[in-house]
């Protein structure tokens, strides 16, 4: 018998392995592979997690808020003073 693994490890330490028998090529072991990454649900649990962000820590919440709020009490500085239209402070225009 010819080995000849494919494995695939992800985070959630699920190990899949298949072993290439002998009268066996290589297209029905990649097929009996993705066979065996379907049924553990593997890639959907990868595509789910693609496009989701990291919870951001205390300091750094902390610190964009800081920032916020040094940006603000600025433009607030400039409206009393006349320098800015209100219109224009601290909103989020879509372009």
């Known amino acids: 018998m010819l080995e000849c693994p494919l494995q695939l490890m992800t985070a959630s330490s699920v190990n899949i392995e298949v072993t290439k028998g002998q009268n066996e090529n290589n297209l029905s072991v990649l097929r009996r592979f993705t066979k065996r990454v379907q049924a553990a649900g593997v ?23 800081l920032e916020y709020l040094k940006k603000k009490e600025a433009i607030n500085e400039l409206i009393k003073l006349g320098k800015q239209s209100e219109l224009n402070s601290l909103t989020h225009r879509r372009r």
């Not at 595509?47 to 902390?62: H, L, T």
């Open 43 to 65: 890639l959907p649990r990868v595509r789910s997690k693609r496009y989701s962000e990291r919870i951001k820590s205390g300091n750094v919440k902390k610190s964009k808020t």
